[in-house]
T-cell receptor, first 115, second 114 residues
Framework: AQSVAQPEDQVNVAEGNPLTVKCTYSVSGNPYLFWYVQYPNRGLQFLLKYITGDNLVKGSYGFEAEFNKSQTSFHLKKPSALVSDSALYFCAVRDPQGGSEKLVFGKGTKLTVNP | GAVVSQHPSRVICKSGTSVKIECRSLDFQATTMFWYRQFPKQSLMLMATSNEGSKATYEQGVEKDKFLINHASLTLSTLTVTSAHPEDSSFYIC??????????FGPGTRLTVT
């Protein structure tokens, strides 16, 4: 069964500094990987995904993520953080083997960007 | 494109009553819709997957007779919480997926059972 780990409950960065939100995964086959952001009392907004191809994926709002197969990681990054990036970030994995559409989410990482 | 709406955004109901939550894909046809539950400060837990015109597939531990899911059309799925109890209070989020596409999430429904 697939699983996702987000080792940090909380990440704090200063505005203008680079940010990284970590994610590692476990699947039996080749993973489909996703990052979503959630603002308070709202649903999830799609940021980016990795299906195949270039390991560096660029997404919305200046975010990017790098797929590292050997380390089974898919860390989310942004070169220069904004206060408005403060939110809850979820990594998710889908194992397409067998036609499964199920997304498994990590527990989330709360990002706080300080002015 | 790919907007998903949920109605209502908030609902308060009395214990023992039933409440229906709607999920609509506004600008695309969703072959598959998903229902999630999110507890405070926790991740999303998949409750069930529904395909238009067929019965929903429930995750282990989810009571299908309590959480009734209907996916009557390619743009509408409903979740009915029957005989609600305070422990059913939660944030319910739906998502919709086009063929070979990623999931797009609704804004969520906050259910409070008193």
């Amino acid at each position: 069964a697939q699983s996702v780990a987000q080792p940090e409950d909380q990440v704090n960065v200063a505005e203008g500094n680079p940010l990284t939100v970590k994610c590692t995964y476990s699947v039996s086959g080749n993973p489909y990987l996703f990052w979503y952001v959630q603002y308070p009392n709202r649903g999830l907004q799609f940021l980016l995904k990795y299906i195949t191809g270039d390991n560096l994926v660029k997404g919305s709002y200046g975010f990017e993520a790098e797929f590292n197969k050997s380390q089974t990681s898919f860390h989310l990054k942004k070169p220069s953080a904004l206060v408005s990036d403060s939110a809850l970030y979820f990594c998710a994995v889908r194992d397409p083997q067998g036609g499964s559409e199920k997304l498994v989410f990590g527990k989330g990482t709360k990002l706080t960007v300080n002015p | 494109g790919a907007v998903v709406s949920q109605h209502p955004s908030r609902v308060i109901c009395k214990s023992g009553t039933s409440v229906k939550i709607e999920c609509r894909s506004l600008d695309f046809q969703a072959t598959t819709m998903f229902w999630y539950r999110q507890f405070p400060k926790q991740s999303l837990m998949l409750m069930a997957t529904s395909n238009e015109g067929s019965k929903a597939t429930y995750e282990q531990g989810v009571e299908k007779d309590k959480f009734l899911i209907n996916h009557a059309s390619l743009t509408l799925s409903t979740l009915t919480v029957t005989s609600a109890h305070p422990e059913d209070s939660s944030f319910y989020i739906c998502s919709a997926r086009r063929v070979a596409g990623e999931q797009y999430f609704g804004p969520g429904t906050r259910l409070t059972v008193t």
